[in-house]
């Protein structure tokens, strides 16, 4: 699945179709409940569970989902849901991988490796025999793409900025 805040039901479709045959689900760093709430118009069979450690993200999801997912406030972390899950997914949430070139690097935001580690051992322990953890590639910023209208007079557009990167001392 690829990263990206302008196309979710795109994003939806990939994920579904990465986890189909699989029910109960995870969503670390839910936010506000887009994706979850496309996901569950594609397949409402999903029982989708999504944390998110910020209170105000968590009051959007919860209005947008309502009774249709279950919404908690946790930190990745620390999470302890007392339940194993088929599948668990970020989506520009507290992990993902990045793609430079043909390089693939899991990112994470947390500050250490150390935190980034216990975090997948703790997903790891939220997740059946079995269970597929699933990451959101962010690629390479690109300005190929061009202008998109995303709705409510908002244009989205990517741009590289390798230029900035280019002119660091390394
Ligand atoms: C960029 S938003 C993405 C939201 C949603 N997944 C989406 O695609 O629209 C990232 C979310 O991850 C949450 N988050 C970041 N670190 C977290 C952690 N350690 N534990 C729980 N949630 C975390 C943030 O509070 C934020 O709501």
Excluded: C
């Excluded at 760093?29 to 594609?42: C, D, H, N, P, S």
């Excluded at 569970?49 to 406030?73: C, H, Q, W, Y």
């Excluded at 302890?80 to 793609?99: K, N, T």
């Excluded at 269970?131 to 793409?145: C, K």
């Amino acid at each position: 699945m690829e990263s990206g805040y302008y196309n979710y039901r795109k994003e939806a479709q990939s994920l579904d179709s990465i986890l189909k045959g699989r029910k109960k689900i995870l969503e670390i760093g839910v936010g506000t409940g887009l994706l979850a709430e496309k996901v569950l118009e594609l397949n409402p069979n999903y029982e989708i569970t999504g944390i998110d450690f910020t209170p105000a993200m968590l009051d959007r999801s919860k209005a947008r989902l309502g009774n249709r997912a279950k919404v908690v406030e946790a930190n990745v972390l620390s999470m302890d849901l007392q339940e194993s899950f088929d599948g668990i997914y970020s989506h520009g949430g507290p992990a993902g991988v990045s793609r430079v070139g043909k390089d693939y690097h899991l990112y994470s935001f947390l500050p250490n490796w150390e935190d980034s580690v216990k975090m997948l051992n703790n997903i790891a322990r939220h997740l059946v025999d079995g269970g597929l953890l699933v990451l959101s590639i962010q690629g390479e910023e690109t300005d190929a793409d061009g202008e998109q209208d995303i709705g409510k007079g908002i244009v989205y557009e990517q741009q590289k900025h390798l230029s900035f990167l280019e002119n660091q001392e390394m």
